[in-house]
Every structure is written in C-alpha cells, then in structure tokens.
T-cell receptor, first 111, second 114 residues
Framework: AQSVTQLDSQVPVFEEAPVELRCNYSSSVSVYLFWYVQYPNQGLQLLLKYLSGSTLVKGINGFEAEFNKSQTSFHLRKPSVHISDTAEYFCAVSDNNDMRFGAGTRLTVKP | DAGVTQSPTHLIKTRGQQVTLRCSPK?????VSWYQQALGQGPQFIFQYYEEEERQRGNFPDRFSGHQFPNYSSELNVNALLLGDSALYLC?????????????FGQGTRLTVV
C-alpha cells in the first residue's frame, strides 16, 4: 500500500526567504505525486503534480518540486515566500485508484 | 464551470443520528472520492465511486456508505454518528479515462457531532 510522510509538521519562515517542505512516499508500483495547499476553512487546491517525464515540476504561485525516485522524495520549494503563502500544505500519492495524503505541513510566513 | 460543489457547508448533528452529505462533481468528471479530514490532520480516504459503483474503500466502518447517481453526483451517508465523526468532509472529482491523474476538491462540509 502507498503512504506519504511529511517530515515537518510546522515550518516558520520570514518573508522573502526560501522554503522547502519535505515529502517522502512509499509505494510498490508507479505513482503520481501531488502537492495541494489548503487555506483556512477551505478545500484543497492543486499546486503541482508529477505524472511522468521531467523530474522538476513547476506549479502555481512560484512553487516547484523535484521527484527523486532513488530517495522516494518529492520536496516542495519556493525561492522567495510571501505572507500570502501562509497555509497548510499536503503531499499526496496516487496509484490511479485512490489518493493518500500526508499529515500536512503548516507553513507560516512572518514579516 | 462551477467546479466541485458540496452541500451543506456546515452541519450540526447529535450522537446516534444519521447524516447525508452531497457532492456535485466538476463538469465532465465521472469519478467521485470522499475524504474525512479531522482537525489538524490530512484527508483520509473513505471511498471512491465510478459508474455508480464503489470502486475503492479506505479503512472506514460500514456506518459510512455512499451512492453515485447517473449524473455522477454523489452522497455520503453516515449512520449512528459518533463524536469522533466530527470533521471536514471533502469530495473530490476526477476526469474520465484510464488514469485518474488529478483530483479537484470541493470546499467541504464541516460536520459537528454533539
């Protein structure tokens, strides 16, 4: 069965600093990987996804992630964060049947 | 395109009662999945419906049941509610075809059991 581990439950960072949110996954089959963002009292919005091809994936709002098969990781990065990036971020893995989420990382951007 | 819509947005029920949550998928989508998100946690997969049949199920008791209609909309039913069922219930739809490569989420239904 597939699973996702988000290595940091909370990440505080100052505005305009770079950030990395870490995600490791396990699966016995080929998978698709996703990052979603959730703002308070809202549903999940897709940031980016890896299906195949280039291991560096660019998403919305300046985020990007790199798929590393040997390390079974899919870390999310942004070179310069804004106050508006404060939210909960979820890494997810899908094997085309169902999607499994990590526990989430709370990103807090401080002025 | 209205995207994925869920109703109601908020709901308060008493222990032991039954509840029905509703979801309309994004236009063109035929697969609907339901998730339970407890406070401070990631979404947990409940089940997925495709062609009016339950295709996959997560680790949830039989008190959780669902239905998909011919227009692809879906309902989630929870019987004999427990305090621990209090959570945000999210519906997600995905496009037809052999590969479900992306799920679009609704805003969720906040269920409070008292």
């Amino acid at each position: 069965a597939q699973s996702v581990t988000q290595l940091d439950s909370q990440v505080p960072v100052f505005e305009e600093a770079p950030v990395e949110l870490r995600c490791n996954y396990s699966s016995s089959v080929s998978v698709y990987l996703f990052w979603y963002v959730q703002y308070p009292n809202q549903g999940l919005q897709l940031l980016l996804k890896y299906l195949s091809g280039s291991t560096l994936v660019k998403g919305i709002n300046g985020f990007e992630a790199e798929f590393n098969k040997s390390q079974t990781s899919f870390h999310l990065r942004k070179p310069s964060v804004h106050i508006s990036d404060t939210a909960e971020y979820f890494c997810a893995v899908s094997d085309n049947n169902d999607m499994r989420f990590g526990a989430g990382t709370r990103l807090t951007v401080k002025p | 395109d209205a995207g994925v819509t869920q109703s109601p947005t908020h709901l308060i029920k008493t222990r032991g009662q039954q509840v029905t949550l509703r979801c309309s998928p994004k236009s063109g989508h035929d697969t609907v999945s339901w998730y339970q998100q407890a406070l401070g946690q990631g979404p947990q997969f409940i089940f997925q419906y495709y062609e009016e049949e339950e295709r996959q199920r997560g680790n949830f008791p039989d008190r959780f049941s669902g239905h998909q209609f011919p227009n692809y909309s879906s309902e989630l039913n929870v019987n004999a509610l427990l305090l621990g069922d209090s959570a945000l219930y999210l519906c997600a739809s995905s496009s037809p075809g052999p590969v479900n490569t992306e799920a679009f989420f609704g805003q969720g239904t906040r269920l409070t059991v008292v």
